[in-house]
């Protein structure tokens, strides 16, 4: 059964001064499974953002709808967990305040809050940093945190927008794995964008290519390998398979947009 | 010395205070060399002796408490007034709409305009004194306030809004303590401001205040006294703002640099 379903979302922006809209994204339908890990894969400026932006809510698309669970998506809400590329936490929150946010909203009692906050900072090795506020963080541990933050809320889903762009290389593979051991534990519905095709390979059940500007789905790709995925997985011989097709995918979109 | 090269504490100590021993010297020599008159200009030892006749003869300290109680009076109820408004403006659009062309006029009118209103209005007594610094602050404070809410980071709205919260939420949650250190910065720099308008106000039409005792030594030709007040309220809007300042350290340690 379908957790989500997007039916001929569309997105124009407004001309810039009376200039003809631009169009970012084309009618898209996309059908995602229950339990089910998607990366969206695509060249920057593809819209692989603006749909994550309308499946969460923030932004509106300009024909056809998004439906959780059936129902229609009307704005953000707490059933739609988000990461963002960009560091979200509340500069004025501690770690374990800004993972508590969206409890509090709820009107979960504290004590409550206080056990879940809890036991997911030890699920993101956060421990001993409960109390640090988010500018003594490193990146990466600031996106342990906004994942820990999204997760506590127990959304339906977990929407992240190349969460780990800004990362280095090495801490962006251990980030992979945390993400990816979370889920093999939660089987959470997760939807994750990103532009690096190792990332999309290895944490995905489905990896969703859009072509260059404007976005539509170009690839639908099952990613057949067995879970639990270690890290060594991205140097076997099938990885490399799924990581020559996905290239080839991708550079001629590169090259359409250069 | 090279360009943004950071010197240490004690050096800046030392320049800071160099700059008003150097400063004292020139006044000293002038004064004391007979380059200037004496009528027109008291030498430093002399201001302090003023100022020091002032506070046992003439209870000046009573002046200066009445300045103080009426800068803080008239600067807490702008703020009390602005702070809201300002938030309100800076969240939703159609409140900035409806004051923002009012207040960006308002706030060129000079305070000190008012005073002669004021005063017909008012009389001389503290309604006038608190209504000048009143005009003087608001909507400074509401303008400043509304752009500091307006330009809280949208993201942090984004994710705010994803984890569920509503419009109570975002204003209680996101922008008043996203901008709290920002509003706190304003309020500093607007209390340094009433500091004019309380004076402009009390050397126009006071029986008590810094400002008064001013104008009651112009008229004896008493410059110590003059300089003497001049600097106490220098004095004051340096604690102040120290005040302020280690306040602010205490509040948001998380917006420190």
């Known amino acids: 059964m379908s957790k989500l379903r997007i039916e001929g979302v569309g997105r124009d922006f407004p001309g810039v001064r009376g200039g003809a809209p631009t169009r970012a994204l084309e009618p898209i339908d996309l059908a995602v499974a229950d339990n089910d890990f998607i990366t969206i894969l695509g060249p920057s400026g593809c819209g692989k953002s603006t749909l994550l932006r309308i499946v969460a809510g923030l932004d509106a698309p300009s024909t056809g709808r998004v439906l959780l669970d059936g129902q229609p998506v009307a704005g953000p809400g707490p059933d739609r967990g988000m990461v963002f590329q960009s560091y979200t936490l509340f500069p004025w929150l501690t770690v374990e305040r800004n993972i508590r946010f969206g409890l509090r909203e709820k009107g979960v009692p504290e004590a409550r ?46 929407l992240l927008d190349e969460p780990f762009g800004a990362l280095d290389n090495q801490t962006r593979g251990l980030m992979q794995e945390l993400l990816l051991g979370i889920w093999e534990n939660d089987r959470k519905t997760v939807l994750f964008v990103t532009h690096d095709i190792e990332e999309a390979i290895f944490m995905a059940s489905r990896v969703v290519v859009m072509s260059a500007r404007p976005g539509r789905i170009k690839a639908d790709v099952a990613i057949d390998l067995p879970h639990p995925r270690p890290y060594t997985l991205k140097t076997s011989p099938e990885f490399s398979a799924y990581k020559a097709r996905l290239t080839e995918e991708i550079r001629s979109e590169v090259l359409k947009v250069r | 010395m090279r360009p943004l090269r950071e010197i240490s504490p004690s050096a800046r100590w030392a320049l800071g205070v160099a700059f008003f021993v150097v400063f004292f010297a020139a006044w000293e020599i002038y004064t004391r060399g007979g380059f200037v008159d004496r009528i027109f200009l008291a030498d430093p030892l002399t201001m302090l002796r003023e100022g020091w006749l002032l506070l046992v003869r003439h209870n000046f300290a009573y002046d200066i408490g009445m300045t103080i109680w009426r800068v803080l009076g008239g600067f807490f109820l702008a703020a009390a007034v602005a702070v809201p408004i300002g938030v309100m403006m800076g969240a939703y659009k159609p409140v900035e709409a409806f004051f923002e062309p009012f207040v960006s006029f308002a706030r060129y009118l000079p305070a000190s305009a008012f005073i002669p209103l004021l005063i017909l209005w008012a009389g001389i007594g503290e309604t006038q004194k608190l209504l000048v610094i009143f005009i003087g602050s608001v909507f400074q404070i509401i303008l400043m306030v509304a752009v500091t809410v307006g330009s809280t980071r949208r993201d942090l709205v984004e994710a705010a809004y994803t984890l569920g919260a509503g419009d109570r939420g975002i204003i209680g949650r996101v922008l008043l303590p996203s901008s709290a250190p920002g509003i706190a910065e304003i309020l500093r720099l607007v209390l340094g401001w009433a500091w004019t308008y309380v004076i402009v106000a009390e050397l126009i039409g006071s029986s008590s205040g810094i400002g008064h005792m001013i104008v009651d030594s112009q008229a004896l030709l008493n410059t110590g006294q003059i300089i003497f007040g001049i600097i106490v309220i220098g004095l004051i809007g340096l604690i102040s703002d120290f005040l302020f300042k280690a306040l602010n350290r205490r509040l948001f340690p998380w917006s420190l640099q």
């Open chain 1, 113 to 158: 809050q206080r056990e879940i906050a809890a036991s997911f900072i030890a699920r993101v090795g956060l421990e001993g940093f409960e109390n640090h506020f988010p500018k003594m963080l490193s990146g990466g541990m600031q996106q342990r945190t906004a994942i820990a933050r999204a997760l506590a809320n127990d959304p339906k889903i977990l």
